[in-house]
């Protein structure tokens, strides 16, 4: 207890948090999806605030425009190449050498979600990708486990909370994505949107280890720092039709990746299918400011990213990443300039 008190007295001292509440953290597990912008920042707030287990999965390396934003890492971490995992867990590790830190390096998908699951608490959205928040929303309602969402792109952030039994799911909030081609890589971000979105996710993953969900509001709250808007919607009943909530189909959990994600052997491709149709004179003007070199026909549109890696677009929703027949590359690539 004195041990505690040394290094969570001013947590500690706030009551509805107290001693009972920071020993519910000590014997808490949280699952991070994502180690990137928000992944880090609710990764090192949840360490120093002493969550007894922290378990976080990326299949990406550090690259030297994520330190604007990604305030686990530095240049060390990308001079040396490092998984974004492998870096946290070692930044984290130091924070904190009373809680269980782990990294996994590892592409998150519907064939190994359900490893990560096993005595996890709550889960916190640290992606950038609506594909793999169905994926995350799927599980957390499968196995009736808390789900923080959060999103940062510009100078706009979103939030909310899902918790079975008591809310809708992020399926019913938002029953499809279409990519819209704006992604950090694409529009940008700034920092402090992202300290704001991840802050609050983590203040709500405190509030649910610590007994105090009636604090957390039901409801999803954007803003833009930028142009001092802000507005909440409150989340509403469950749509009686979600696969997910109602139904409890779990369409993303149920769907094999190989459906999804394609290796050309032999080709050094990879092909992934988004579920929309592109429109190639618009995606030619969102992707041509990334763009090393464009090429687009009444059949295909060619765009060599700035990474050296080739997207090919077909109007069917088709896209061919050319340079790496590592899937979990390909779904980088593709994720940063379409926006899985």
Not at 6 to 21: K, T
Not at 221 to 236: C, I, Q
Request: a negative charge; aromatic letters at 8%; glycine letters at 8%.
């Amino acid at each position: 207890m004195e041990e505690m008190w040394g290094r969570y007295s001013r947590q500690m001292l706030f009551n509805p948090i107290g001693e009972e509440g920071q020993k519910k953290l000590a014997e808490s597990k949280v699952l991070i999806i994502g180690m990137g912008a928000l992944g880090t920042v609710a990764a090192n707030h949840l360490a120093r605030a002493g969550v007894g287990h922290l378990v976080f999965c990326d299949r990406d390396y550090v690259e030297l425009s994520n330190l604007q934003r990604q305030t686990l890492f530095d240049e060390d971490d990308v001079e040396n190449y490092l998984p974004k995992a492998v870096a946290a867990e070692n930044k984290l590790k130091k924070l904190n050498s009373n809680i269980t830190v782990e990294g996994h390096v590892t592409d998150i998908s519907s064939n190994n979600l359900e490893e990560f699951i096993d005595g996890v608490n709550v889960i916190v959205d640290g992606t950038d990708n609506f594909a793999t928040r169905y994926l995350i929303n799927d599980a957390a309602y499968k196995y009736n486990i808390p789900f923080i969402y959060g999103g940062a792109v510009s100078s706009r952030g979103m939030g909310a909370v899902f918790i079975p039994g008591k809310t809708c799911c992020l399926r019913c909030l938002f029953p499809a994505h279409d990519a819209a081609g704006q992604t950090c890589d694409t529009i940008g971000v700034l920092s402090p949107v992202v300290d704001i979105v991840a802050s609050l996710e983590t203040l709500a993953c405190i509030k649910l280890l610590t007994g105090n969900s009636h604090e957390i509001p039901e409801e999803l709250t954007t803003f833009d720092v930028w142009k001092n808007h802000h507005f909440s919607m409150k989340l509403g009943k469950a749509n009686e039709k979600c696969p997910t909530c109602q139904l409890k189909e779990f369409p993303s959990l149920n769907q094999p990746e190989s459906d999804q994600v394609t290796t050309l052997c032999g080709r050094e491709t990879t092909q992934i299918i988004n579920p929309s149709s592109y429109n190639l004179e618009e995606w030619a003007e969102k992707l041509r400011p990334r763009a090393e070199t464009i090429k687009k026909t009444p059949f295909l549109l060619r765009v060599q990213v700035e990474e050296g890696e080739t997207l090919v677009l077909f109007p069917d929703g088709r896209t061919l990443v050319q340079g790496t027949e590592d899937p979990s590359r390909a779904k980088t690539i593709f994720s940063r300039y379409i926006g899985m």
